[in-house]
């Protein structure tokens, strides 16, 4: 009876520890599932076992991704002359259709 004395509040204080493991991100979650895909031919690598411990352990609920709108920083405004109108215009990608419209345009216009 003495060492449930001792035993039982070490158990209390160590099971939340256990059941309460950091969740990672989704992109990590994908990055181990991808690990664990490439290393299958060999359940008994080390590689595999991590990466299986990892993801069982760290991604039963993952946290998702925030959503926020992408900016590019490193594309600088372009100015754009239209007759004799300088307008300045925030350069966003297009796909190619627009941006051969948009060339041809310029062209008849100059």
């Not at 992109?27 to 990892?54: D, I």
Request: charged share 10%.
């Amino acid at each position: 009876m003495r060492w449930m004395r001792f035993t039982l509040p070490l158990l209390l204080l160590i099971s939340p520890l256990a059941f309460g493991q950091k969740q990672y991100t989704e992109g990590a979650c994908l990055l181990l599932q991808h690990q664990m895909v490439q290393f299958s031919n060999q359940p008994n690598s080390h590689n595999y076992q991590s990466a299986k411990r990892a993801f069982d352990n760290h991604c039963q609920n993952p946290i998702p991704a925030p959503v926020k709108d992408v900016v590019l920083t490193n594309v600088p405004a372009k100015p754009v002359t239209i007759g004799s109108v300088k307008n300045t215009v925030s350069t966003k990608p297009v796909n190619a259709a627009v941006w051969l419209s948009v060339k041809y345009a310029q062209v008849i216009c100059t």
